[in-house]
């Protein structure tokens, strides 16, 4: 790879970070609301599907990574009673609003910390954590292969990655609505929710960009996972990929 090729990736990689950091601090407190306007109250079912895929139980180390406003630490809380969740988003904005939620019950008893937390480089030591969860996070990585690393490095021998990402609709009549969907409505609602249309734009191309179903198992499989499967919901307009680190 020549220089001119690795400084431009550099410069990608900073330009889509910097654009992680312009957007989820100003919408922190209305990205709930967005994601309920914006699926149409379906993200609820999503959570619930990835969460009944997530193995844990009641001894249960969990890592939630770019974990934003809690949505999936809370399910799992409330659902699985994980015995701890750690809970780390790039965006402290995001844990703020996570924060209050917990000081109203959303945890279910179950304990939470709170870490700002880049997923390229995660600051906790080898086989920490049982279970890792990540929703809507990797795309926004500029090294993806990287991130996977890290979190296949963190898990424990037998521990699982479950990861609930925008996907590929398996029928073309839908996928031809979903395209439709995400040009005009998301940069629309986005707007009309957070008063942010261009920041909604960047994440409709980032949900066009981003590998489909076989595409993104075979990234998992790359970082070293095995029993790599995913189950698609509402007909793969998101997929819920799961991994598990070898013995």
Same mark, same amino acid.
């Given at each position: ?24 601090? *100003? ?34 180390d ?36 996570a ?16 870490? !700002? ?15 890792v ?11 993806? *292969?990287? *991130? ?14 479950v ?37 909604? !734009? ?6 066009? &960009?981003?590998?489909?179903?076989? &595409? ?10 095995q ?21």
């Amino acid at each position: 790879m020549s220089t001119d090729t690795l400084g431009e990736k550099a410069r990608e990689a900073e330009s889509q970070t910097d654009r992680v950091y312009e957007i989820f601090p *100003a919408i922190a407190k209305k990205y709930e609301r967005f994601n309920a306007v914006s699926s149409m109250g379906l993200y609820r079912s999503w959570l619930r599907t990835m969460v009944r895929l997530c193995p844990i139980t009641g001894s249960t180390d969990l890592l939630d990574i770019a974990g934003g406003t809690g949505d999936v630490s809370f399910a799992a809380a409330r659902m699985k009673r994980p015995r701890h969740i750690q809970l780390t988003d790039l965006v402290p904005e995001m844990l703020e609003v996570a924060r209050g939620h917990v000081e109203h019950g959303a945890a279910c008893g179950v304990p939470v910390d709170f870490d !700002v937390v880049d997923a390229q480089a995660i600051p906790y030591g080898d086989d920490s954590y049982d279970v890792v969860t990540m929703a809507y996070g990797i795309r926004n990585m500029p090294d993806r *292969a990287r *991130a996977l690393g890290e979190v296949f490095r963190v898990l424990r021998p037998g521990g699982a990655l479950v990861c609930l990402e925008f996907s590929t609709p398996t029928n073309a009549l839908v996928r031809a609505f979903y395209r439709f969907y995400l040009d005009h409505l998301i940069p629309f609602l986005g707007k009309l929710v957070t008063g942010d249309k261009e920041g909604f !734009v960047y994440l409709k191309d980032s949900i066009e &960009a981003f590998p489909d179903q076989k &595409a993104y198992a075979a990234m998992l499989e790359a970082a070293g996972f095995q029993d790599v499967s995913w189950v698609n919901c509402s007909g793969g307009i998101t997929a819920v990929h799961t991994g598990v680190k070898p013995l």
